[in-house]
């Protein structure tokens, strides 16, 4: 497969965190078509090997994979040294683990709280700061924090997972203009209905028809309907996007009325 040039990963390497499934495991496979190796990461090691067979099939990319809970801060850690270790460099951080504890407002736990801002939030303020010392020295590098419609709007029973989505976007910001002297750019995509494990784990059948009438559409999305942002924030396709969020949602949020 010829990939245009300015999708070429060829002599790169993308860390993608969360990657065994769903939209990661799709983005993980859309760089690896382009030439990228590729690390990818989540807690269960089965579903690590078989994703990691699948993202590499048929193709020359290496493809390495590591078990790590996002909420241990000594696993973020180690997983950032044991990809440097491994592939020797990263140029592309996608930060995609996170999950949702929905609770009413007034019966937030503390657990939850912290399990939650920890996972969504704070794991990718520990790998992005781990990885970029490299990225500066090479003048080169692609953060994408993978936010949520949800960043950007709220629901009933969301609060937690509203606020650390909505801090994802506050943090390519703020990282954007630190970065940008260094030729490093740093985004969000939010994505809207897609109907990986986690919504169709926590959702009713009923709120998923709800989700899906609520965009233009008219249907969830399907993981690999992602690939497209991921690879234009992760390449030299977007060099002169930075700062920003990318919305991947089916229309949700112009739906509003």
Known sequence: MTVPQLFDLSGKVALVTGGSKGLGKAMARGYAECGANVMISSRHEDELRAAAAEIGAGLPARVEWMTADMNDRAASDA?????????????????????????????????????????????????????????????????IHISSVLGLGGKAGRSVYCATKSGLIGLARAGAIDLGPYNITVNCISPGPFLTDLPGKILTDEQKKYFSDRTVLGRWGRPEEL????????????????????LVDGGVLANIL
């Not at 999950?99 to 736990?109: G, L, R």
């Open 79 to 143: 997983l950032a040294a044991e990809t440097l270790a491994r592939l020797g460099r990263v140029d592309v951080l996608v930060n995609n683990a996170g999950s949702n504890v929905p609770q009413p407002v007034d019966q937030i736990t503390d657990d939850a709280w912290d399990r939650i801002v920890e996972l969504n939030l704070s794991s990718c303020v520990r790998l992005t700061r781990a990885l970029l010392p490299g990225m500066k020295e090479r003048r080169w590098g692609r953060i």
């Open 227 to 246: 690939v497209g942002t991921a690879l234009l924030l992760g390449t030299e396709a977007g060099s002169y996007i930075t700062g920003t969020t990318i």
